[in-house]
């Protein structure tokens, strides 16, 4: 039962180093999402894809892009890491787009850490 | 625009204390509520929802009911258990095809 499987769990990285997010998940769902989640702001949105072939921005989408490579994987890009986005980064998917049903099967997280 | 509120936290109890974790939310038309848990480690999961007045989401000795007229959807449980540390997300759905809105998250610690 792997479910939602993200890689690397831990990564340190300099200003102005780029890396990737990979995000893959083998349940056969449409929806998939990349969150954020610091001390005391909870979770928050950076990009959602509700479809194979579509991204759409969340509620902190600067600094970061998407890939939605096929059906299966969502990848997070920082172009140009800054310490404002040493944090750790869940990928997420549902069947659906959010909505009524609401269950999102979540990662273990990766912990970035941005010097 | 949507909003979740919850309360300031940490909380810690002892083992068979009763618990409530308060929850309120602002949101046009009629959203769907969740709890959702992290335990140590771990991504979040799907603890309990509700998606109309005046229904009872329960799970794992977990219960929220959902009250239109106060706008909250408070988690209680009769008996914690040290197992039960946690943080607790309270988040609603506006509807089809809308995201998920979280609460800040509040940290539960039990002692044995």
């Known amino acids: 039962n792997a479910g939602v499987t993200q890689t690397p769990k831990f990564q340190v990285l300099k200003t102005g180093q780029s890396m990737t997010l990979q995000c893959a998940q083998d349940m056969n769902h449409n929806s998939m999402y990349w969150y954020r989640q610091d001390p005391g702001m909870g979770l928050r949105l950076i990009y959602y894809s509700a479809s194979e072939g579509t991204t759409d921005k969340g509620e902190v989408p600067n600094g970061y892009n998407v890939s939605r490579l096929n059906k299966r994987e969502f990848s997070l890009r920082l172009e140009s890491a800054a310490p404002s986005q040493t944090s750790v980064y869940f990928c997420?998917?549902?069947?659906?787009?959010?909505?009524?049903?609401?269950?999102?099967?979540f990662g273990e997280g990766s912990r970035l850490t941005v010097l | 625009g949507d909003s979740v509120t919850q309360m300031e936290g940490p909380v810690t109890l002892s083992e068979e204390a009763f618990l409530t974790i308060n929850c309120t939310y602002t949101a046009t038309g009629y959203p769907s509520l969740f709890w959702y848990v992290q335990y140590p480690g771990e991504g979040l999961q799907l603890l309990l929802k509700a998606t109309k007045a005046d229904d009872k989401g329960s799970n794992k000795g977990f219960e929220a009911t959902y009250r239109k007229e106060t706008t909250s959807f408070h988690l209680e449980k009769g008996s914690v258990q040290v197992s039960d540390s946690a943080v607790y997300f309270c988040?609603?759905?506006?509807?089809?095809?809308?995201?998920?809105?979280f609460g800040k998250g509040i940290t539960l610690s039990v002692r044995p």
């Open positions: 997420a998917s549902s069947e659906y787009s959010g909505g009524i049903t609401g269950e999102l099967f």
């Open positions: 988040a609603l759905s506006g509807g089809a095809n809308s995201k998920l809105t």
